[in-house]
């Protein structure tokens, strides 16, 4: 017998590798069905043939991008909740997948902006970033690699100079051959894999770059700004999405997590450290072209200025400060050259 759909329902979803924890509620609030569903399309798609054009509410994580996006084609209304700012569910003593589902529909269905709503990227957007992260996963692990090697001959006295990561294998076989043959053998494996780091880093590099002049020309402005390579210009512009996402450029602050904690209560408000919400990567990479502007190499131009400002007021902490106020003054101005599609000016003129 053909089972009658359930409209106007409200569903929680707690996320699996290879199940889903599901609450469904009917539109007075009582829960009509709470059950699992494996992690396939076909699941999903018999859950909305269930429960059509529902207000679905899941978690952020591995896989609620393109469940959200296959959900939202559907016909249903998808909510991604921020699971850091969920303490509800986070600090509940009796925590499961089921109670978590079943707190997602309850709170989507009394207020969506309980769930603090997080929006994903296209999935345009995320095939490109994911090259960019295997990228960055690359020159993490090459890293790991070197430090390895390092350390290894460090500890039977042999010390190495500190040469550009490009080429160091390139640098630690001649001295290696020369005086220690028996442990250039031994560690002849580990430089092979950095050789081969490094060629497919320099790969992914050139694709990157072709990646920015080809499908987003955009990138060129915000290149144009000191201190900001291909990968920072691509990844700002495809984590933010649209550039009008923000009613005033100083927002973008606070998306990206570069602003103060505020813990005010009576006649007292202190600022804390920032909020470190949003994209972490992202955010890395700002604070490394901030580090570069304030650094030797910054050149003459306003951000720099500032940052040492800054830096000069000293106290505690005062140039780790100067180098998150840039960062966050950095998005700024890249989102700012990115809406009105005018080129960056080092150094404004008075007047």
Not at 222 to 237: D, E, K
Not at 251 to 258: D, F, I, Q, S, T
């Amino acid at each position: 017998m053909k089972k009658t759909p359930l409209l106007n329902t409200t569903i929680g979803i707690d996320l699996g590798d290879r199940k889903h924890a599901v609450c469904v509620l009917d539109p007075a609030g009582k829960i009509v069905q709470e059950t699992t569903i494996t992690n396939t399309r076909e699941s999903l798609s018999r859950l909305v043939a269930r429960c059509p054009e529902a207000l679905i509410a899941i978690e952020v994580g591995s896989h609620s991008p393109w469940i959200s996006r296959f959900l939202t084609a559907l016909g249903c209304e998808v909510v991604v909740a921020n699971s850091r700012k969920m303490r509800a569910i986070y600090q509940n003593e009796r925590k499961s997948d089921e109670l978590d589902a079943r707190m997602l529909a309850k709170l989507a269905r009394a207020d969506v902006s309980l769930l603090h709503p997080i929006e994903h990227v296209s999935e345009r957007a995320q095939r490109d970033l994911s090259r960019i992260k295997l990228r960055d996963n690359l020159v993490r692990q090459r890293v790991d690699v070197i430090s390895s090697v390092r350390f290894i001959l460090k500890s039977i006295g042999i010390a190495l100079p500190s040469p550009n990561t490009n080429c160091f294998a390139k640098r630690v076989r001649p001295i290696l051959g020369d005086a220690e043959p028996e442990m250039l053998a031994a560690v002849e494996p580990s430089l092979q894999v950095i050789d081969v780091m490094t060629a497919k880093i320099k790969e992914l590099d050139r694709e990157i770059g072709r990646l920015c002049e080809e499908n987003y020309p955009e990138t060129a402005r915000l290149r144009g700004i000191r201190g900001v390579g291909p990968i920072t210009a691509l990844t700002f512009l495809l984590t933010i999405g649209d550039a009008q996402r923000f009613g005033r450029p100083r927002e973008v602050g606070a998306y990206l997590g570069l602003v103060p904690r505020r813990d005010q209560s009576g006649g007292t408000d202190k600022s804390l450290r920032i909020t470190k919400c949003g994209n972490a990567y992202l955010r890395r990479l700002l604070v490394g072209s901030a580090q570069y502007l304030l650094g030797p190499f910054g050149g003459d131009c306003d951000l720099r200025e500032h940052g040492l400002k800054l830096a000069g007021r000293g106290g505690r902490g005062a140039k780790k400060k100067a180098v998150v106020a840039i960062a966050r003054k950095l998005a700024v101005v890249m989102l700012s050259v990115w809406q009105n599609g005018t080129d960056y000016e080092p150094v404004r003129r008075a007047g």
